[in-house]
């Protein structure tokens, strides 16, 4: 398979403890996105790398989120003290580096945490 | 700031009827980019079609077709004798050209009976 992959796909976890998700982007993709999404809404951004560089981060990306891309291969999104507005799905893309057209970001299948 | 809106949020018809995803946008920025994905029930967000802001030539691709307005912001999305398999949430994505996040629309649920 040659597609984005996360892991876990689900997360139960008690308000208070940390998580961290992991995602392997498509190979070769030196970009790599972080979004999250809430039922019944669209993906809103979180945080982005090109390679191992954190270059922009959203202001949803509370001081609790950390991310992080070393060797700019795959990523990791960790949580602290989770909270129970945390419960959402956490989606990972990645893309190539923009040459014409061809800069559409492709989607991992998320990880969907749920905070008690 | 960027804003995406899709004022349907859940649309129901029968097998072969032809249905449109109203999308529109808004932005300050001249050169941007249009998306659509699919996000069927099993959750991953599918990659649809991208467009860019400097052409306004609709699309076609196979059942599926897109109308681009620039005058009127809205990026539409019709498919034609609609399937089962067409059943899933469809959000409209935006990005400026000097971004690299996707600023995405509340989606609509489209359900089609058989």
């Known amino acids: 398979d040659t597609g984005v992959s996360q892991n876990p796909r689900h997360k139960i976890t008690k308000r208070g403890q940390n998580v961290t998700f992991r995602c392997d982007p498509i190979?070769?993709?030196?970009?790599l996105y972080w979004y999250r999404q809430t039922l019944g809404q669209g993906p809103e951004f979180l945080t982005y790398f090109q390679n191992e560089a954190q270059l922009e981060k959203s202001r949803l990306l509370s001081d609790r989120f950390s991310a992080e891309r070393p060797k700019g291969s795959f990523s990791t999104l960790e949580i602290q003290r989770t909270e129970q507005g945390d419960s959402a799905m956490y989606l990972c893309?990645?893309?190539?580096?923009?040459?014409?057209?061809?800069?559409?970001?492709?989607f991992g299948p998320g990880t969907r945490l749920t905070v008690l | 700031a960027q804003k995406v809106t899709q004022a349907q949020t859940e649309i129901s018809v029968v097998e072969k009827e032809d249905v449109t995803l109203d999308c529109v946008y808004e932005?300050?920025?001249?050169?941007?980019?249009l998306f659509w994905y699919k996000q069927p029930p099993s959750g991953e967000l599918v990659f649809l079609i991208r467009?860019?802001?400097?052409?306004?030539q609709n699309e076609i691709s196979g059942r599926y077709s897109w109308n681009f307005q620039k005058s009127t912001s809205s990026f539409n999305f019709t498919i034609t004798a609609s399937q089962v398999v067409d059943s899933a949430v469809y959000f409209c994505?935006?990005?400026?050209?000097?971004?690299?996040?996707?600023?995405f629309g509340g989606g609509t649920r489209l359900m089609v009976k058989p």
């Open positions: 190979s070769e993709h030196n970009r």
């Open positions: 467009r860019n802001s400097f052409d306004e």
């Open positions: 893309a990645s893309s190539p580096i923009r040459r014409g057209d061809r800069d559409e970001q492709f």
């Open positions: 994505a935006l990005r400026i050209n000097a971004g690299n996040m996707l600023t």
């Open positions: 932005t300050r920025d001249t050169t941007y980019y």
